[in-house]
């Protein structure tokens, strides 16, 4: 799993009513939520426009893999707005976040120290100032890649250099993110 869907799947995580199961509903949802109606969500699934009028009359029960996934993934990202945004400000302000990680990490440091890279577990709780930087870097856009070394980084000051108190020139290199989950 990428650093963005556990991000996602953490703020996500908030939501006060359960998504719509069924893909007739999934598909209504959809329809209510577009102005242009059958046609923009048929665009938007890639899929003909009688096509989403047969969901929409649950005359379709059972849509074909991709679609089911596609479908359930612009329901999730439109469900509930609000309550994603409000676990986002509490994360930034006042909670921060708990992430629990197993990657590799190695070191650059100071000559005659430990610098090999090796597997760790951290379950950490990260305060309000390293998630909002996150946080900020996920709605900004970043890649993976990037969020991975934003990641890294967050760790690197919070669990290893202690947020300032120790391990002062120590630079993390993270190589490889094994699991990673985020939660509010």
């Known amino acids: 799993m990428t650093i963005d869907a556990a991000l996602h799947d953490a703020l996500t995580g908030a939501f006060t009513r359960p998504i719509p199961k069924s893909a007739g509903a999934q598909v209504r949802y959809l329809v209510r939520q577009h102005q242009g109606g059958t046609r923009a969500v048929a665009t ?5 426009q009688r ?13 074909r893999a991709g679609l089911a996934e596609k479908t359930t993934a612009e329901v999730r990202r439109r ?32 000559p005659g120290t430990t610098d090999d890279a ?9 305060p309000p100032h390293p998630a ?31 947020g300032g108190h120790r391990a002062h020139g120590l630079d993390i290199e993270r190589t490889a993110f094994e699991r990673t989950a985020f939660e509010l």
């Open 118 to 126: 090796r597997t760790r577990h951290l379950p950490l709780a990260l």
């Open 44 to 48: 938007l699934l890639g899929v003909s």
């Open 51 to 63: 096509t989403v009028e047969r969901y929409v009359r649950d005359q379709i029960k059972r849509p």
């Open 79 to 110: 469900w509930q707005p609000q309550v994603p945004a409000r676990a986002r400000k509490a994360a930034s302000t006042t909670e921060g976040l708990t992430i629990d990680v197993r990657a590799r990490f190695g070191f650059t440091a100071a």
């Open 132 to 162: 909002t930087r996150l946080l900020d870097a996920q709605a900004a856009g970043a890649t993976d890649h990037e969020l991975q070394r934003a990641t890294a980084d967050v760790l690197g000051q919070v669990y290893f250099r202690d």
